[in-house]
């Protein structure tokens, strides 16, 4: 149990498809991030949720729509997706504000877009 | 732009084999962060180092932050296959925004 929640683990879906990605924390932390790591590269951060408004959005494409309804709760909304686009996302949580705070990642969710 | 690279990208030794892992920057962090990441799973936190020259150990671990707080290390001792993952590490500002490197990609054999 690591306290960050991801569903569902492996999702593979078309390119025309709609899907969202679902992050779940009852850590009691105020951010929650989205991330993408795909093979040979560094983790790629996306969104950055900071008390429910984005403070970071990384030149991510439209066709990942981030939501952030509450605290505890964080969305990625998928459409139109690339071939590319197949990668694991993980979703992180912290204390944003306290820079000795480490981040508790969720078990990732392994994307495959056919 | 803050970078992070890490070296080497790839290491495969035999158990009981020590190890070093480096993690260098031109930019100074407030805190560097080390994780490890199972294949399937998402990393998990190792350690947080935040004073230059820090050394912290966890077990078998040896961290150390650099004097500058620019760069840091990572030394296994008598390493096992349970060691064996993905070891990131991760140099924090002071919103506690992380930059993450490109990772070191350890096996240990038997």
Same mark, same amino acid.
């Given at each position: 149990e690591t306290g960050v929640t991801q569903t569902p683990r492996h999702l593979v879906m078309g390119m025309t498809n709609k899907k969202s990605l679902k992050c779940e924390q009852h850590l009691g932390h105020n951010a929650m991030?989205?991330?993408?790591?795909?093979?040979?590269?560094?983790?790629?951060?996306?969104?950055?949720?900071?008390?429910?408004?984005? $403070?970071?959005?990384?030149? $991510?494409?439209?066709?990942?729509?981030p939501e952030c309804p509450n605290s505890s709760h964080l969305f990625l909304h998928l459409h139109t997706l690339q071939p590319e686009d197949s990668a694991l996302y993980l979703c992180a949580s912290s204390q944003r504000g306290v820079y000795s705070y480490g981040y508790t990642f969720g078990s990732g969710t392994r994307l495959t877009v056919v | 732009t803050q970078l992070l690279e890490q070296s080497p990208q790839f290491l495969s030794i035999q158990e009981g084999e020590n190890l070093t892992v480096y993690c260098n920057s031109s930019s100074v962090f407030s805190s560097l962060q080390w994780y490890r990441?199972?294949?399937?799973?998402?990393?998990?936190?190792?350690?947080?180092?935040?004073?230059?020259?820090?050394?912290?150990?966890?077990?078998?671990?040896?961290?150390?932050?650099?004097? &500058?707080?620019?760069? +840091? +290390?990572?030394?296994?001792? &008598? &390493?096992q296959p349970g060691d064996t993952g993905l070891y990131l590490c991760a140099g924090g500002n002071a919103g506690n925004m992380l930059t993450f490197g490109g990772g070191t990609r350890l096996m240990v054999k038997p």
């Amino acid at each position: 149990e690591t306290g960050v929640t991801q569903t569902p683990r492996h999702l593979v879906m078309g390119m025309t498809n709609k899907k969202s990605l679902k992050c779940e924390q009852h850590l009691g932390h105020n951010a929650m991030y989205w991330y993408k790591q795909s093979a040979k590269k560094p983790l790629e951060l996306m969104f950055v949720y900071s008390l429910e408004e984005r $403070v970071e959005n990384n030149s $991510v494409p439209s066709r990942f729509s981030p939501e952030c309804p509450n605290s505890s709760h964080l969305f990625l909304h998928l459409h139109t997706l690339q071939p590319e686009d197949s990668a694991l996302y993980l979703c992180a949580s912290s204390q944003r504000g306290v820079y000795s705070y480490g981040y508790t990642f969720g078990s990732g969710t392994r994307l495959t877009v056919v | 732009t803050q970078l992070l690279e890490q070296s080497p990208q790839f290491l495969s030794i035999q158990e009981g084999e020590n190890l070093t892992v480096y993690c260098n920057s031109s930019s100074v962090f407030s805190s560097l962060q080390w994780y490890r990441q199972e294949p399937g799973e998402g990393p998990v936190l190792l350690v947080t180092v935040v004073t230059g020259g820090e050394v912290k150990k966890l077990k078998r671990l040896t961290f150390q932050f650099g004097d &500058a707080r620019k760069d +840091s +290390s990572l030394h296994i001792t &008598a &390493a096992q296959p349970g060691d064996t993952g993905l070891y990131l590490c991760a140099g924090g500002n002071a919103g506690n925004m992380l930059t993450f490197g490109g990772g070191t990609r350890l096996m240990v054999k038997p």
